[in-house]
Every structure is written in structure tokens, then in C-alpha cells.
């Protein structure tokens, strides 16, 4: 899990002047980051690189109503999972994740693969091995309420500080690990669930 | 400490969020507790999971796709003119409901016209079939007086036969109307009527009557007559050297005697005034210009008579302004 490097206030400013490059510089530090919140709360890479894109000619459009530079990434991250929760519901309302279960095929980079038996108490040691654990907590993460992916996805995989993630939804720091707690335990019961 | 007590805190005491002493008690805890050993266990291999979690790789050309989108919406909305819609911010749904709105008020507007003319016409058939029925003895008492009454009168059961339905339903309408038809036979005289109608010169010039008989005669047919002299205008020529002096002299008399100026085309004003202010208005034109008049009916004193009785009735003049020659 690494940090985005912040990005300079120039560069910010360069953007909202209408500078081609300021954007590019923009989307080039702030996309993995992006792409991988987008893929993390909607568990597909296509819908992921279509929505993070999304995300960028918004900020594009709306960055000169930013006030406040220093916020740039939290106001990013919100917009990010403004667009993540729009999308989500679309999908939903289509049924897309209707389907999904834990054994479904999994996708890869390659394309999907059957699922074979696995069992992720055993330790995993090899390459594919490890990428059958990350779809393995992909899939139960996806099982969680939408909230509660959020909170996990920053904090555990974003590395998100709670002073950060308190600032974001606007709750006391008490409140944020209080309900991180609470939505690791219910995907550890998933995930433990779904192995027995 | 109870097993939710420590299970409650996993979290914490992962981060090393937990007080010394608390940290203490839940390791002790899980030491002895097989189940929240195991639980734990899990808990922190899942834990392990999230934070090695590989990051994606961001698909190649994906800058450049953006750029793309960015140049085929620039692209999109100059040729639909999409930003002319969406600085307007008049969505089409919108304005296809404020046309649908229009038209339906559009056609309720119109269907209650349609209804009154219907009620319009059906009203006085129902009105007189229920007056058949309710009151045989009043229509023969009417038709009685109209065998004996001269041809003139009918046209007053024409307007009697016109007044509001409504008014005849009521209980004991027929009553005082037929009241009212027998006072109106008898104070009417015929021939005067007859006279009247066909010639208002021939009426002036007839015999005088004595003042109570003139006055009863007046009285009694002062409605015909007054809307025959309403109808009729009295053509006024003026001799004047300045017109436009003479406008504003005859506007000012006419206000003055509560009269109006209803019309005005070239040399020629229309006015209504007062029977009453007739004969002062004929003195103010005198001095204005040189005065010829054309009557509809005539002899002044027959319309001094008339607007004695009936002050409130008016009058209407035609003013011809003829330029040019001093009076």
C-alpha cells in the first residue's frame, strides 16, 4: 500500500488556468489511486477504467470551483466515491452483481479462469496462488455494504489515516473505528463463510 | 473481560490503539479462550490479506483515451449544440409538458362555450314547456290579451317572453306578471303606439294631449321611444374658421353639459349628451360657428318635453366641422 505524492499548488492552479499539461500531470500522479479505489468498490477493471477517466474530465470540469488547493486530494477521494456510489447503483439497478458469488470464475489480466478448490487458510506461496486470494477478498468485499467497502478500501488498502477518513464523511475519528471494526469483522465472517 | 469484550477490540489492539493494561487483559483473555484465539487468528490473517493486497496496474493509453473522450465531447457538443441546451437549462420534457399543459387548458377553455351555447338553446325550450305546464291559466290570459290588444303590443309579450326563465319559476311570478300585463293593456293606447313606431315626426306633430295624458303616454312608451331617439343621430353642420379651436371648444362643452366624445374621424365628431343639455349645448355650438341642423325628429320642443321626463336619457350628435367661411 503506497501514498500518492502530493501534487504541487502550482500544478493545481496550472489546471484550473486551463494548462493541458497541469492535467496530465494531475491524472498521471492520481490515477492508480484512483483506479484502484474505482476498482476496489465496483470489483471490474473495465467499469473501474471507465469510471476513473469519468472521475478526471470532472475534475477537469469542476476544479476552478475549488477553493481550497491544500485539499485538492480529499476533494478528489470525494468525488471519487461520489462517482463510485453513482455507478454502483446503475450497476445494481441492473442486476450486475446479482450473479456474483465467491466461486464464480475469477477474473484475471488474462481473462477469467475456473476457480479450483481453494482453501486461503493454507499459506499462499505462489503467484497465482496470491492473486487467488486478492479475487478471493475482492469478491467478499463486494458482499459488504457500500459504507463499509469505503471504509475498508481507504483504510486498509489506501492506507487512509482516520484523521483523514473523519474529515472525509464527516464523522468524529471514535465513530470511523468503530465502524471499521465492525465491517472487518462482518468480512471476516464472509470470507470464512464462503471457505467452510 | 467477556469474549465480545475482545472481540470488540481486535482493531485496536492490532493498530496498538489499546492502553497497557487493556492490551494486558485482552492478551490474557485470548490466551485462555480457545474460541477467541481462533477468531483472532482469523481476524489478523485477513488483516494480513488487506495489507498485502497488490495495487492494480493502471491500463496502458490511459491518459491518452481521456484526452480522446475530452476532444469527442469538445467535438460532440459544438455540432449538436448540446452547450446551448445545457446553458439554457431547458430540458425538452419540460417544455413538451408546458405545451401539453396549454393545450388542455387550451380545449377546457373551449368545451365550456360549447355547453353554455347548448344550454343557451335548450334552456328557453325547457323553461317554456315547464311554463306550459305550470301555468295553463297564464298563457291563455296572455294569448286573450293578445287577441284584443292591436298588432303593436306584441312586440312587448316578445319581450316579456325573453326576460329569464329563471324568474318564471318562481312561485307566484306568474301572478304579478299577469298583474303587470293588465295595467300595461290598459294604460296603453293603440294608435299613439301604432304612430310612434311608424313615424316619430308624426307623433310630435299629433294633437297635444293635456299634461297628465301627455305625461302617462310619455311615461308608459318612454321606453320605445327613448331607445328609437337613441338609435337615431342628430347631424350637426358647423361653419368654423379655426378647426382645431373649434375641437377643443366642442370637447369642452361637451364634458361640460356631461356629455362624451365617443368618436373623432377627420372633421367629423361623434358625441353622446344628455336630452336634457340638448338645447344649452345648441346655444355654446351657436357661438363656436355657424350652426345648421339636420333632425331625425322634429321641433325642439318635442325633446325638451322628453328629456323633462326622462333627464338621464341621451342623445347622440354628429358634428360636421366645415372649414373656411367666418360665421
Given amino acids: ?196 | 473481560m467477556d469474549c465480545n469484550q475482545v472481540r470488540d477490540q481486535f482493531s485496536s489492539l492490532l493498530e496498538g490503539d489499546l492502553k497497557p493494561q487493556e492490551e494486558e487483559k485482552a492478551r490474557e483473555h485470548l490466551a485462555s479462550c480457545h474460541d477467541c484465539q481462533k477468531e483472532w487468528e482469523q481476524f489478523n490473517r485477513m488483516m494480513n490479506w488487506l495489507h498485502t493486497a497488490r495495487e492494480e496496474d493502471v491500463p496502458k493509453g490511459f491518459l491518452e483515451e481521456i484526452q480522446k473522450k475530452r476532444e469527442a465531447r469538445k467535438g460532440k457538443e459544438i455540432r449538436t449544440g448540446a452547450w446551448f441546451l445545457r446553458s439554457a437549462k431547458i430540458p425538452i420534457q419540460a417544455a413538451a409538458m408546458v405545451m401539453i399543459v396549454f393545450l388542455a387548458l387550451y380545449l377546457n377553455k373551449m368545451a365550456p362555450f360549447d355547453t353554455v351555447e347548448k344550454r343557451a338553446v335548450e334552456k328557453p325550450e325547457v323553461a317554456e314547456s315547464s311554463r306550459d305546464k305550470e301555468a295553463p291559466v297564464l298563457r291563455e290570459e296572455v294569448e286573450q290579451k293578445k287577441r284584443s290588444v292591436p298588432p303593436p303590443l306584441d312586440r312587448k309579450d316578445y319581450v316579456l317572453e325573453a326576460k329569464s326563465p329563471v324568474a318564471d319559476e318562481k312561485a307566484g311570478a306568474k301572478d304579478s306578471m299577469v298583474q303587470k300585463m293588465k295595467e300595461e293593456v290598459k294604460e296603453a293606447v293603440a294608435p299613439v303606439f301604432k304612430e310612434e313606431m311608424a313615424s316619430p315626426k308624426v307623433m310630435v306633430k299629433a294633437e297635444a294631449p293635456r299634461p297628465e295624458e301627455s305625461r302617462g303616454i310619455l311615461e308608459s312608451t318612454g321606453g320605445v321611444r327613448m331607445s328609437f331617439s337613441k338609435r337615431e343621430v342628430r347631424e350637426i353642420t358647423l361653419r368654423i374658421n379655426d378647426p382645431e379651436k373649434a375641437f377643443t371648444q366642442i370637447q369642452d362643452v361637451t364634458k361640460r353639459m356631461g356629455g362624451d366624445i365617443v368618436k373623432e374621424e377627420g372633421d367629423v365628431l361623434l358625441a353622446t349628451l344628455p336630452i336634457s343639455a340638448y338645447m344649452e349645448f345648441e346655444k355654446e355650438l351657436a357661438k363656436i360657428g355657424t350652426l345648421s341642423i339636420t333632425l331625425p325628429f322634429e321641433g325642439k320642443d318635442d325633446l325638451s318635453s322628453s328629456s323633462r321626463s326622462k333627464g338621464k336619457e341621451s342623445i347622440t350628435l354628429r358634428v360636421h366641422l366645415v372649414t373656411g367661411i367666418s360665421p
Fill in chain 1, 1 to 196: 500500500m503506497e501514498r500518492s505524492p502530493k501534487i504541487q499548488k502550482e500544478v493545481i492552479e496550472g489546471c484550473k488556468a486551463g494548462d493541458e499539461s497541469a492535467f496530465s500531470e494531475i491524472v498521471l500522479t492520481y490515477q492508480k489511486k484512483v483506479f484502484n479505489i474505482a476498482f476496489r468498490m465496483l470489483g471490474n477493471r473495465e467499469e473501474a477504467k471507465e469510471l476513473s477517466q469519468e472521475i478526471f474530465l470532472s475534475v477537469l470540469e469542476s476544479i476552478k470551483d475549488l477553493k481550497e488547493d491544500i485539499k485538492f486530494e480529499s476533494w478528489l477521494t470525494q468525488i471519487t466515491l461520489n462517482h463510485c456510489r453513482n455507478r454502483w447503483k446503475y450497476l445494481k439497478r441492473r442486476q450486475y452483481f446479482k450473479t456474483e458469488s465467491l466461486n464464480d470464475p475469477i477474473e484475471t489480466e488474462d481473462g477469467e479462469m475456473e476457480r479450483q478448490f481453494f482453501d486461503p487458510s493454507d499459506n499462499p506461496e505462489t503467484h497465482l496462488e496470491k492473486k487467488m486470494v486478492q479475487q478471493f477478498v475482492q469478491r467478499g468485499l463486494l458482499k459488504l455494504k457500500e459504507d463499509q467497502r469505503e471504509l475498508i478500501v481507504l483504510r486498509d488498502l489506501q492506507g487512509y489515516s482516520y484523521e483523514e477518513l473523519g474529515e472525509l464523511f464527516s464523522l468524529p475519528e471514535g465513530t470511523i473505528k468503530s465502524r471499521l471494526h465492525r465491517a472487518r469483522m462482518y468480512l471476516k465472517e464472509i470470507l470464512e463463510r464462503s471457505v467452510h
